[in-house]
């Protein structure tokens, strides 16, 4: 499904959307989704006319099995090079079949994805978790830092060990951003004119 052009969202996931951005050619994944997925993706690309050999990173937002569960298989399909914050690293190569090799990501890191595809680190969710943002396209993918059920808003605090601190990330590191295009990992993407909503929910987290 096309969010805006050159960046899509695999068809059929669930519960979190992978994202697919094609910078002429060359793949860049943005979460890999559960275990059981990755032939969900291989399928997308195929019927969207793509190679499994085009995909060239794994970029991970957290370590969360339904982002990071179909990274095996995913790589040894792909041979792409997985990319995550080195605590989430630390967690995913103690899992069976997981690539030792992940390369570290911190905040400020610019990986070569259309303009620039920066790291954001925005602790609380997990004590790693990233948020990516594309600012030449003002597009920018939360992961689990923001949700878009029914409505914008912080993480689940269900599944947030640390919620004080996930807002005050949000508050400190993404509130100031320009946003058109928010790509939460749960929930409706919203394609256009996400700015002022997104100010809105982070204005509206407890402090």
Known sequence: MQVVPGIEYVDETSPAHIYVLDDGG???????????????????????????????????????????????????????VVYAHADEAAALVEQPAMPQNVQHLQDGDVLP???????????????????????ERKVLFTGDAMLNRGGISGPSAQHTPDVS????????????LEVETLCVAHGDVIAQGAGQRLRAAIAALAV
Do not use: M, W
């Open 113 to 135: 994805v259309f303009e620039g595809l920066h790291a954001i680190a925005v602790p609380g969710h997990t004590s790693g978790h990233l948020c990516f943002y594309l600012p």
């Open 26 to 80: 060359e793949i860049t994944l943005i979460d890999a989704g559960l275990p059981n997925e990755a032939p969900k993706v291989l399928a997308y690309l195929e019927r969207s006319g793509r190679s499994a050999q085009q995909v060239k990173r794994i970029v991970l937002t957290h370590r969360h099995g339904d982002h990071a569960g179909a990274v095996p298989e995913l790589v040894a399909a792909t041979g792409a």
């Open 165 to 176: 601190r996930a807002h005050t990330s949000l508050r400190e590191k993404i509130a100031s």
